[in-house]
């Protein structure tokens, strides 16, 4: 069994930068399709990136793309979510979620999951 755990989260000020970290354990990851999710206050978990760990192909939400890059270290087993020009409406907790199989953006699609890192953007 896969286990992950998020790290980087914080409160940064309205246009810096963070760079999250999900740290992977526990078996080999060459077919696994890594995500990462938000969820804020009151509001369902949406899908922001994902990237297949042994092509490194990477699918972003379209409203996200340009700001956030996903990237993987097969060396650390660890995959990065690099935000970048943050807005207070990014506050969220952040997940790292991991599944076999095809692209999916659903967040029941995914069944190992992470506790979450919490990312509080100021304005």
């Known amino acids: 069994q896969v286990q992950l755990v998020e790290s980087g989260g914080g409160l940064v000020q309205a246009g810096g930068s963070l760079r999250l970290s999900c740290a992977a354990s526990?078996?080999?990851?060459?077919?696994?399709?890594v995500g990462w999710f938000r969820q804020a206050p009151g509001k369902e978990r949406e899908f922001v990136a994902s990237?297949?760990?042994?092509?490194?192909?990477?699918y972003y939400a379209e409203s996200l793309k340009g700001r956030f890059t996903i990237s993987r270290d097969n060396a650390e087993n660890t995959v990065y979510l690099q935000m970048n020009s943050l807005k207070p409406e990014d506050t969220a907790v952040y997940y790292c979620a991991a599944r076999q199989g095809i692209l999916v953006v659903h967040a029941s699609g995914y069944d190992v999951w992470g506790q979450g890192t919490q990312v509080t953007v100021s304005s």
């Open positions: 526990g078996r080999a990851f060459n077919n696994y399709l």
């Open positions: 990237i297949r760990w042994n092509t490194a192909g990477t």
